[in-house]
C-alpha cells in the first residue's frame, strides 16, 4: 500500500451516510480513480452539489467495486468527524489537504504542517529551522552526520557556541576521532577522549547524590561513595572497605599502610606543628610518638616516646639532650658513652672537658665540680685516682676484709690478705704495705 497522488482525478458518488463511496466514473474531461492503483491510499475531497456537506480525508481505493473506503477524516463539515451525506450527487476528486501541504509564503519560508520521509535522501538543503518539536515514531531514531571526519552539533540556540551544548567528533576526525565535548558556549566543561579513554571534567566539581557511587571495574566492588548524612565517604576495593574520609579530614584505613617507593615519607602540613603516631583511637592512648615541627613555639625539632600521654623518653634539640625520665636504662649488649666506640668496651666514657671521670653523687651531694665522689684520670696523667671531694672516707673490700682511706690514713679491717700472701688481721695503724696502699688510692 502506497499513498498515491495524482493530478485531474475526479467522479462521482451517490453513497448516502458515513460508508465507502460507490464510485459512478470519471468526469468528462478527468481520469478515474484507477489511477491510484488498487490498494493504494490518496487525499480525496467529498463535496454534495446541493447540500452544503463536504469531506476531506485520505481514502483506500479497491479496484474491484471501484469503491473509496474513508480511511482518514482529515476535516468536514460535521466538525472534523465522518460526514453522514445526503441523498443525492456528490463529487469525489482526488485534492491537496491545506493539513498537508508544504508551501513558501511572501518571505520564502517553507511551511511544514507536518511530515514524515521514509527511506531515500532529502538533499539541497544547508540549513534547516523547525518552528515546533521534531518528533521520531521509530523505535530507534537515529540523527547522522554525512562526514566521518566532521563535527556534529547540538545546540539550543542560534549558533553552535552558544548555550549549553554538545559536539560529536565523527570517527576520522584529524585530531579528535571519536570525542565527545560538553559545552558552555565553547568552553569545554566535561570531555572524553577516546584516544586516552578519559572524562575530564576539565575545573568542575562532579557532585554525586547521597548514596551514590563513582565505579570501575563493571560490577561495583571498587568504588567510591559518599553518605551525605554523615558526610563520610568510603573506598571500597574488591567489596571491602578500604578506606573512609570524614568531614574533620580523618582517613580511617581498613588495612595496613604500605608503601611501594623505595624511600617513602610520612610528613605533616604544618612547620610550627605536630605530627602524632599511635596505635589507638586518639593520640594519648597506648604508646605513642609525638614529632614535633622545626618551628614550634616551645619544642622545635623535639622528640617525645609517650605512653599515654607521659613522656618516658624525649629528646630536647634545644639542649641536645635525651631524658629517660624517672625510667631505668637496661640493655643486653654494651653501653657506649662518648664519640670513641673501639676497642670493644663493656662501657666506655669519653669527657668532652679535659677530664676522663665518673662522678659519684647522690641527693645530698651537689653537682658541681668539687661535688660527689670521683674515679677517673686527670687531664695530662695516665693514673686512675679513686678519691672523694668531700673528705670523707673511702671504703674498698668486704665485710671480712677491707681498707678504709681517710685524709691519706689507711686503717685495714677484718683480715685482708694481700699479693704476697701475707695477710693483715689486726685491724689498726697504718703498716708498710697501709701505706703503700695508700700512696696508690691517696
Same mark, same amino acid.
Given at each position: 500500500?502506497?499513498?498515491?497522488?495524482?493530478?485531474?482525478?475526479?467522479?462521482?458518488?451517490?453513497?448516502?451516510?458515513?460508508?465507502?463511496?460507490? =464510485?459512478?466514473?470519471?468526469?468528462?474531461?478527468?481520469?478515474?480513480?484507477?489511477?491510484?492503483?488498487?490498494?493504494?491510499?490518496?487525499?480525496?475531497?467529498?463535496?454534495?452539489?446541493?447540500?452544503?456537506?463536504?469531506?476531506?480525508?485520505?481514502?483506500?481505493?479497491? *479496484?474491484?467495486?471501484?469503491?473509496?473506503?474513508?480511511?482518514?477524516?482529515?476535516?468536514?463539515?460535521?466538525?472534523?468527524?465522518?460526514?453522514?451525506?445526503?441523498?443525492?450527487?456528490?463529487?469525489?476528486?482526488?485534492?491537496?489537504?491545506?493539513?498537508?501541504?508544504?508551501?513558501?509564503?511572501?518571505?520564502?519560508?517553507?511551511?511544514?504542517?507536518?511530515?514524515?520521509?521514509?527511506?531515500?535522501?532529502? *538533499? +539541497?538543503?544547508?540549513?534547516?529551522?523547525?518552528?515546533?518539536?521534531?518528533?521520531?515514531?521509530?523505535?530507534?531514531?537515529?540523527?547522522?552526520?554525512?562526514?566521518?571526519?566532521?563535527?556534529?552539533?547540538?545546540?539550543?540556540?542560534?549558533?553552535?557556541?552558544?548555550?549549553?551544548?554538545?559536539? =560529536?567528533?565523527?570517527?576520522?576526525?584529524?585530531?579528535?576521532? @571519536?570525542?565527545?565535548?560538553?559545552?558552555?558556549?565553547?568552553?569545554?566543561?566535561?570531555?572524553?577522549?577516546?584516544?586516552?579513554?578519559?572524562?575530564?571534567?576539565?575545573?568542575?566539581?562532579?557532585?554525586? #547524590?547521597?548514596?551514590?557511587?563513582?565505579?570501575?571495574?563493571? #560490577?561495583?566492588?571498587?568504588?567510591?561513595?559518599? @553518605?551525605?548524612?554523615?558526610?563520610?565517604?568510603?573506598?571500597?576495593?574488591? +567489596?571491602?572497605?578500604?578506606?573512609?574520609?570524614?568531614?574533620? #579530614?580523618?582517613?580511617?584505613?581498613?588495612?595496613?599502610?604500605?608503601?611501594?617507593?623505595?624511600?617513602?615519607?610520612?610528613?605533616?602540613?604544618?612547620?610550627?606543628?605536630?605530627?602524632?603516631?599511635?596505635?589507638?583511637?586518639?593520640?594519648?592512648?597506648?604508646?605513642?610518638?609525638?614529632?614535633?615541627?622545626?618551628?614550634?613555639?616551645?619544642?622545635?625539632?623535639?622528640?617525645?616516646?609517650?605512653?599515654?600521654?607521659?613522656?618516658?623518653?624525649?629528646?630536647?634539640?634545644?639542649?641536645?639532650?635525651? #631524658?629517660?625520665?624517672? @625510667?631505668?636504662?637496661?640493655?643486653?649488649?654494651?653501653?657506649?658513652?662518648?664519640?670513641?666506640?673501639?676497642?670493644?668496651?663493656?662501657?666506655?666514657?669519653?669527657?668532652?672537658?679535659?677530664?676522663?671521670?665518673?662522678?659519684?653523687? @647522690?641527693?645530698?651531694?651537689?653537682?658541681?665540680? +668539687?661535688?660527689?665522689?670521683?674515679?677517673?684520670?686527670?687531664?695530662? *696523667?695516665?693514673?686512675?685516682?679513686?678519691?672523694?671531694?668531700?673528705?670523707?672516707?673511702?671504703?674498698?673490700?668486704?665485710? *671480712?676484709?677491707?681498707?678504709?682511706?681517710?685524709?691519706?690514713?689507711?686503717?685495714?679491717?677484718?683480715? =685482708?690478705?694481700?699479693?704476697?700472701?701475707?695477710?693483715?688481721?689486726?685491724?689498726?695503724?697504718?703498716?708498710?704495705?697501709?701505706?703503700?696502699?695508700?700512696?696508690?688510692?691517696?
Amino acid at each position: 500500500m502506497a499513498l498515491i497522488v495524482k493530478d485531474r482525478v475526479r467522479e462521482t458518488t451517490t453513497t448516502a451516510g458515513t460508508g465507502t463511496f460507490s =464510485l459512478a466514473g470519471a468526469v468528462t474531461g478527468f481520469d478515474a480513480f484507477s489511477v491510484i492503483g488498487n490498494s493504494n491510499t490518496t487525499y480525496y475531497a467529498v463535496a454534495h452539489r446541493t447540500a452544503n456537506e463536504w469531506e476531506v480525508g485520505i481514502g483506500t481505493y479497491t *479496484s474491484s467495486g471501484a469503491t473509496l473506503a474513508r480511511t482518514t477524516i482529515l476535516a468536514s463539515s460535521n466538525s472534523g468527524s465522518a460526514q453522514s451525506f445526503a441523498a443525492g450527487t456528490k463529487d469525489v476528486f482526488c485534492t491537496y489537504p491545506s493539513g498537508k501541504s508544504v508551501y513558501a509564503d511572501a518571505s520564502g519560508v517553507v511551511n511544514i504542517s507536518s511530515v514524515a520521509i521514509t527511506g531515500g535522501t532529502v *538533499s +539541497g538543503i544547508t540549513d534547516l529551522t523547525v518552528n515546533g518539536d521534531i518528533t521520531f515514531s521509530g523505535a530507534v531514531p537515529e540523527i547522522l552526520g554525512g562526514d566521518a571526519d566532521g563535527e556534529l552539533f547540538i545546540g539550543p540556540s542560534t549558533t553552535n557556541a552558544l548555550g549549553g551544548n554538545v559536539v =560529536l567528533y565523527g570517527q576520522s576526525h584529524a585530531s579528535k576521532a @571519536n570525542d565527545i565535548e560538553f559545552r558552555e558556549t565553547a568552553g569545554i566543561q566535561l570531555g572524553f577522549d577516546s584516544s586516552a579513554s578519559v572524562w575530564s571534567v576539565e575545573a568542575n566539581e562532579l557532585n554525586l #547524590n547521597s548514596g551514590q557511587s563513582v565505579r570501575w571495574g563493571g #560490577n561495583g566492588n571498587n568504588r567510591i561513595s559518599g @553518605n551525605g548524612s554523615t558526610n563520610i565517604v568510603s573506598l571500597y576495593s574488591a +567489596g571491602v572497605l578500604t578506606a573512609t574520609f570524614d568531614a574533620s #579530614n580523618n582517613t580511617t584505613l581498613g588495612g595496613d599502610l604500605i608503601f611501594s617507593p623505595a624511600t617513602p615519607e610520612i610528613r605533616g602540613g604544618d612547620a610550627d606543628g605536630e605530627l602524632f603516631i599511635s596505635p589507638s583511637t586518639t593520640n594519648a592512648l597506648g604508646g605513642n610518638v609525638v614529632l614535633y615541627g622545626q618551628s614550634h613555639a616551645s619544642k622545635a625539632n623535639d622528640i617525645e616516646f609517650r605512653a599515654t600521654a607521659a613522656t618516658e623518653l624525649g629528646y630536647d634539640d634545644s639542649a641536645s639532650t635525651w #631524658n629517660f625520665a624517672a @625510667n631505668t636504662i637496661q640493655t643486653t649488649g654494651g653501653l657506649t658513652v662518648g664519640l670513641n666506640a673501639a676497642p670493644n668496651y663493656v662501657a666506655q666514657f669519653h669527657s668532652a672537658a679535659s677530664h676522663g671521670l665518673i662522678q659519684l653523687t @647522690n641527693a645530698a651531694t651537689g653537682s658541681a665540680g +668539687g661535688d660527689g665522689s670521683y674515679i677517673g684520670v686527670l687531664n695530662t *696523667s695516665t693514673t686512675l685516682r679513686v678519691w672523694n671531694q668531700e673528705a670523707a672516707p673511702i671504703w674498698i673490700g668486704s665485710a *671480712s676484709g677491707y681498707a678504709v682511706f681517710t685524709n691519706g690514713a689507711v686503717t685495714l679491717g677484718g683480715t =685482708l690478705t694481700f699479693a704476697d700472701g701475707s695477710a693483715q688481721t689486726t685491724a689498726g695503724a697504718s703498716t708498710g704495705k697501709a701505706i703503700a696502699m695508700a700512696m696508690v688510692f691517696g
